[in-house]
């Protein structure tokens, strides 16, 4: 079963500067978000198939959508994450089902390697509630300077029987980083970890 989109939304936030200090270049990142409709709202389903292969179809689809709002090539991208939020006919479920088995595979091509696991929340909300996507290094995920995150909102969205889904790509770690640890240059990106 294909994912019944009715919208998609991709917002680019670009930081110039930060306690009156020049970023540059400045820290990007960009967001693509898909407002599905929830096949299981409203009753429990014990397989939840059909919405593990809706994220690996909705994986492919944002992660592009997401690398191309920066303009990058996809081996430019440095940090990823992903993020559900179910409207109140649907169970936190719905959302562990899109991000966890299969979404991962397709974003990781979208950004050409993706050794890290991907950060991810999930949460119940309803139209206009804030959905934090959280950020880390793609292929190292020890590599503090890139521990962040992007908020997204869509007016009307999760609708009752909807579920909102997002990715989020940056090309590079926080605006100012000075907590020390693994920098990006050091990473070897070989485990996911370092």
Do not use: C, W
Request: no cysteine.
């Amino acid at each position: 079963m294909p994912a019944n989109i009715r919208k998609i939304v991709v917002v680019v936030e670009e930081t110039r500067r930060e306690m009156g200090r020049e970023i540059a270049p400045p820290t990007r990142r960009a967001a693509a978000v898909a407002i599905i409709e929830n096949p299981f709202a409203g009753r429990y389903v014990e397989d939840l198939e059909a919405l593990m292969a809706i994220g690996e179809e909705l994986g492919d689809l944002l992660g592009r959508r997401a690398v191309a709002a920066l303009g990058v090539a996809p081996a430019a991208i440095e940090s990823y994450g992903k993020a559900a939020m179910v409207g109140e006919n649907g169970e936190l479920e719905h959302a562990a089902a899109i991000l966890h088995p299969r979404l991962g595979k397709p974003l990781r091509a979208a950004v050409e390697k993706g050794a890290a696991l991907v950060p991810s929340s999930k949460k119940m909300g309803g139209p206009g509630q804030p959905l934090d996507i959280p950020l880390g290094h793609k292929d190292a995920a020890y590599v503090r300077s890139h521990f962040d995150g992007m908020e997204v909102r869509v007016n009307d969205a999760p609708r009752a029987n909807e579920i909102m889904v997002a990715i989020a790509v940056a090309d590079s770690g926080r605006p100012l980083p000075r907590v020390g640890g693994l920098t990006k240059d050091e990473a070897k990106g070989e485990d996911g970890l370092r």
